[in-house]
C-alpha cells in the first residue's frame, strides 16, 4: 500500500467518531437555533425564524446575567487558579521526600469527580454541621452560623474555591514542566552574586514563565467556561441566579423549558467564544514552539 | 538562622498544602463510615459501620447497577477510542501528507467545544430513535469529548519515540503495518495504557451528558449522587459512601500510573 493511502486510511476510524460525535451535532445545533422548537409543544422542529432566538438572547435578562456571573467565575478562579499554581510549581519543584509526597497527592483533585467535589463542599459549608462551617465558627466567633451558600456572594466565592481545588493541581504540573525547561544558569550565577530568593523569582524566574504562565491561563479560561457539574451539585445555580453560568443557563433553557431554539442559540454564542479563545491558543502554543527552536 | 526558618517554613506550606488537598477526602471517607446521627456532627468521636455501604447497595438506591453502567459505559469507551486514537495518533506523527495539520486543527478544537452544545443535538437525536436511558447513547456522547483528547495524548507519546529502529527495519523489507505492530505498539504501551486510564476517569467521571441521557435505567455513578438529594434533605453519610465508590477505583489508577500521570496529562498542552 501506497505511504499516502495508508496515512489516510489510519485516521479514517477516528476522524468518523469524531465527525459523527462532534462535527454533525453542532451542524445540527446550528440549524436549530434558526428554528422555533418548543419541545413541549412541538414533536418535530418548527419554523425557521431567521436570527430571532439570537436578537432575544441580547436582550433576555437570564441570559444577560449568565455572562456576567460566568465572567465573574471566570475571572477569578483563572486568576486565584495561576497564581497558586505557581507558586506551587516553586514551592515543589526542589527534590525532597515531603516535596515528592505532595507532588503525589496533588494528582487526587485532579481524579475526583466534579459532581462529587461540589457534594463534598456543600456538606463542609453547611452552617449547622459542615465541618468547615463549623470550624471557620470556632476560629473567628462572629462568623458563627454564617448561610454559606445561601449569600450569593459567598456561594460565587465557594464555587471558585471549588474549582479552584480541582484545577490548581493539573495547573501546576504545567508550570513545574515549563520551570524544568528553563536552563538554570542564570538563576545559579545570580544566587552566587547573593540576589535575594525575590529578587530571583520575579527578576530572573518569571520573564522566562511568561509564555507557560499565558497558555496555563488561556487553558484554565477554556476549563472554567465549561464548568458546570460543581454549579448543579453545589449550588444549583443558586441563591436565586447568582450562581447561574453560561452551560447551567444554556442547560436550564434546554432541558427544565425544553426551548431547543433558543438553547441551541445560546449554545452556540458559548461555542464563539470558546472558539475565539482556543484559536488565541492555539497561536500562542505555535509562537511558543517557534521560540523553544529558536 | 534564616536559613533555619526558610527550611521550616518551605516544610510548614508543603504540609499545609497536603492538608488542603487531604481534608475534603478524608472527611468524606470519614462520613461513609458514620452512623447518621454522627454524619450530622463534626464529632470524630464515633463508632464506625458499613451500614452505609449496606444500604447504598440494596434497595431503592441500587447502587450496584450504577456502578455496572459506570463500568460498562468507561471500559466500552475506553475500548473504541484508544485503539482508533492510537492509529490515528501514529499517522498524525510519522506522516507528512497534505491536510495533516488541518485535519489534527479540526480534531484538536472539537475538543474546546462546551459538552452543552453537544448534548442538546444529541438529546434530540436519541429521543426520536428511542436510545435515552441506555448504556450505548452514553458512549456515544462520550467517544466526542474522550477521542480527540486521546488522539492528542498518544500522539505526544509517539512523538517522543525515536524513529530509528523503524526505520532501520523498514530498509530490511519490513511494511509499514509490521513496523506498527512489532515495533511501535510495543514502545508505545505504556504511553497508551496511561492515556486509556486518563481516558477512564474522563469517562468515569463525567456528569453532564449522563445527568441529561439517562433517567432510570442508565444512570451513572456521579448523577447517582443527586439522587440521594430527598425530600427529607442530603443524606449525607449514603452519598460520602457511594462518594467512595466512586473514587476509590479512580484514586488507585491514578496513583498506580503516577509517574506517567503528570507527564501525560499535561503532554500536549505545554509542548
Known amino acids: ?290 521560540m523553544a527552536t529558536a | 538562622m534564616k536559613k533555619l526558618l526558610t527550611w521550616w517554613g518551605e516544610r510548614a506550606l508543603l504540609v499545609l498544602i497536603s492538608v488542603v488537598v487531604l481534608f475534603p477526602i478524608s472527611w468524606m471517607f470519614l462520613t461513609a463510615f458514620k452512623q447518621p446521627r454522627d454524619a450530622y456532627s463534626t464529632s470524630l468521636n464515633f463508632t464506625p459501620t458499613l451500614d452505609n455501604f449496606v444500604t447504598v447497595f440494596s434497595d431503592p438506591w441500587n447502587l450496584g447497577s450504577m456502578v455496572m453502567n459506570s463500568v460498562i459505559v468507561a471500559v466500552v469507551t475506553v475500548a473504541i477510542a484508544v485503539p482508533c486514537a492510537s492509529l490515528a495518533a501514529y499517522s498524525f506523527s510519522r506522516f507528512r501528507v497534505r491536510g495533516r495539520k488541518f485535519l489534527f486543527f479540526l480534531i484538536l478544537s472539537t475538543q474546546f467545544i462546551p459538552a452543552v452544545v453537544i448534548v442538546l443535538p444529541f ?39 525515536p524513529t530509528d529502529s523503524e526505520e532501520a527495519a523498514m530498509i530490511d523489507g519490513a511494511s509499514r503495518l509490521r513496523v506498527i505492530k512489532d515495533i511501535v505498539l510495543p514502545m508505545a504501551a505504556p504511553g497508551i495504557l496511561t492515556s486509556s486510564i486518563f481516558c477512564f476517569i474522563l469517562t468515569w467521571n463525567e456528569f453532564l451528558f449522563a445527568l441529561i441521557l439517562s433517567r432510570r435505567d442508565a444512570v451513572t455513578l456521579p448523577v447517582g449522587l443527586v439522587s440521594f438529594r430527598t425530600e427529607r434533605g442530603d443524606l449525607w453519610e449514603l452519598m460520602s459512601a457511594a462518594g467512595v465508590m466512586i473514587t476509590v477505583p479512580i484514586f488507585i489508577m491514578a496513583l498506580l500510573i503516577q509517574k506517567h500521570f503528570t507527564r501525560g496529562m499535561t503532554a500536549g498542552a505545554v509542548k
Not at chain 1, 168 to 194: K, N, Q, V
Open chain 2, 123 to 161: 438529546f434530540l437525536m436519541f429521543r426520536s430513535l428511542g436510545l435515552l436511558d441506555t448504556r450505548l447513547a452514553l458512549i456515544i456522547v462520550n467517544l466526542a469529548i474522550v477521542t480527540p483528547f486521546v488522539i492528542w495524548m498518544i500522539k505526544g507519546f509517539i512523538d517522543a519515540i
Open chain 1, 1 to 290: 500500500m501506497k505511504e499516502r493511502t495508508l496515512s489516510y486510511t489510519l485516521m479514517v476510524p477516528a476522524f468518523l467518531i469524531v465527525l459523527a460525535t462532534t462535527l454533525y451535532p453542532l451542524a445540527y445545533s446550528f440549524v436549530t437555533s434558526f428554528r422555533e422548537w418548543d419541545l413541549t409543544k412541538q414533536r418535530r422542529p418548527g419554523d425557521f425564524v431567521g436570527i430571532e432566538n439570537y436578537v432575544h438572547a441580547a436582550s433576555e435578562s437570564g441570559f444577560q446575567n449568565s455572562l456576567w456571573v460566568t465572567t465573574i467565575f471566570v475571572v477569578t478562579s483563572v486568576i486565584v487558579t495561576v497564581v497558586l499554581a505557581m507558586s506551587l510549581a516553586l514551592l515543589l519543584r526542589r527534590e525532597g521526600r515531603l516535596h515528592t509526597f505532595t507532588r503525589i497527592i496533588l494528582i487526587l483533585p485532579f481524579a475526583m469527580s466534579p459532581a462529587l467535589i461540589g457534594v463534598s463542599y456543600r456538606f463542609m459549608f453547611n452552617p449547622e454541621f459542615g465541618v468547615l462551617a463549623k470550624g471557620i465558627g470556632a476560629i473567628f466567633p462572629a462568623l458563627e452560623g454564617t448561610p454559606w451558600l445561601a449569600s450569593p456572594d459567598l456561594a460565587m466565592a465557594i464555587l471558585v474555591i471549588t474549582d479552584v481545588w480541582h484545577w490548581t493541581p493539573y495547573m501546576t504540573f504545567m508550570c513545574l514542566g515549563g520551570l524544568a525547561s528553563i536552563p538554570r544558569e542564570t538563576e545559579e550565577a545570580a544566587r552566587i552574586d547573593g540576589a535575594s530568593n525575590l529578587r530571583i523569582i520575579f527578576g530572573i524566574i518569571l520573564p522566562q514563565m511568561k509564555g507557560v504562565l499565558m497558555v496555563t491561563a488561556v487553558l484554565k479560561t477554556i476549563f472554567a467556561l465549561k464548568m458546570f457539574d460543581q454549579v448543579v451539585t453545589l449550588t444549583g445555580g443558586g441563591p436565586g441566579t447568582s450562581t447561574e453560568t453560561m452551560a447551567f443557563f444554556i442547560f436550564n433553557v434546554g432541558f427544565k423549558w425544553f426551548d431547543m431554539g433558543y438553547a441551541s442559540a445560546l449554545a452556540w454564542i458559548l461555542t464563539a467564544i470558546m472558539m475565539i479563545i482556543s484559536a488565541w491558543y492555539v497561536r500562542m502554543l505555535l509562537s511558543e514552539r517557534k
